[in-house]
């Protein structure tokens, strides 16, 4: 099951990308959420029930399996999909 909802995941953020033309604009928001993932987030305490809505990784999952367990991909595959190569992060301001 995980494995098909990484796929969907994959073929949600392609249609997308086509439907709009504009690979730019997914890509540059999930970069800044990449960036709010490790600056922001990750000092916020979250409740396990919500991370997944949050895009927050499940800290409980480590190791080799952690990849095979995990229902949707990382933040920087889809990235790394999107634009064909790695890419950083971009700066992104919370609102407080």
């Known amino acids: 099951k995980s494995a098909f909802s ?14 709009t033309r ?12 990449l960036y709010l993932q490790r600056q ?4 916020m305490p979250s409740d ?9 990784d499940n800290q409980e999952l480590h190791g080799r399996f952690a990849d095979w367990l995990a229902s949707h991909p990382s933040l920087e595959e889809r990235i ?6 790695p890419m950083e992060e971009l700066y992104a301001q919370v609102a407080r």
Do not use: C, S
């Not at 990484?6 to 439907?19: G, H, M, N, S, Y």
């Not at 790394?80 to 190569?85: F, K, P, Q, S, V």
């Open 22 to 33: 504009n690979k730019d604009g997914l890509g540059r928001t999930l970069r800044k959420v």
């Open 48 to 56: 396990p029930a919500v991370q997944h809505m949050l895009l927050i």
């Open 6 to 19: 990484r796929e969907r995941e994959f073929l949600a953020d392609a249609r997308a990308v086509q439907w």
């Open 80 to 85: 790394e999909r999107i634009y064909g190569e």
């Open 40 to 43: 922001v987030l990750r000092e």
